[in-house]
């Protein structure tokens, strides 16, 4: 894993530390789903801020964690992942994805994905996992035993 940039301020209660709030950005996404995610993280954003979606065309744009779907992406996703995880603009990656079968969360491990994040949580639990990935953890929801 990347190492970050120092963390500007610590949020209580967490053992990590990530500036505040954690910036996101969904990439390769559909703009349904964008304004979805946006919409369903608005309540917290004094934790997390959805910034520009657009990270290909913006140089100077950086984010903590970038939402990657894969349902959206081409066939060739895991090459697009692997450059994206390689972006030193994105702390982290987190693949964000309805297909949570472990075959694809092994495949997006491998590609460089910091954890996986299954479109089914609720708010808060998407929250929390954003936030640990942030936070330098790999967080893979569900977990498959």
């Not at 505040?20 to 979805?36: H, T, W």
């Not at 309540?43 to 997390?48: A, K």
């Not at 603009?89 to 910091?114: C, H, I, N």
């Amino acid at each position: 894993m990347r190492n970050r940039q120092a963390p500007t301020r610590l949020r209580a209660n967490r053992c990590y530390l990530f500036p505040m709030p954690v910036s996101v950005c969904v990439i390769d996404d559909f703009d349904v789903v964008v304004a979805g995610v946006r919409a369903l993280l608005s309540p917290f954003h004094d934790r997390v801020s959805v910034v520009e979606t657009q990270l290909r065309t913006d140089p100077d744009l950086t984010v903590d964690v970038a939402l990657f779907d894969t349902f959206a992406a081409p066939l060739d996703w895991q090459v697009q992942l692997t450059e994206l995880a390689a972006d030193p603009r994105v702390a982290a990656v987190a693949v964000y994805s309805f297909m949570t079968d472990p075959r694809a969360v092994e495949d997006s491990l491998a590609a460089g994905a910091s954890g996986f994040l299954a479109k089914s949580l609720p708010a808060e639990a998407l929250v929390e996992g954003i936030e640990s990935i942030a936070g330098g953890h790999r967080v893979v929801t569900p977990i498959f035993r």
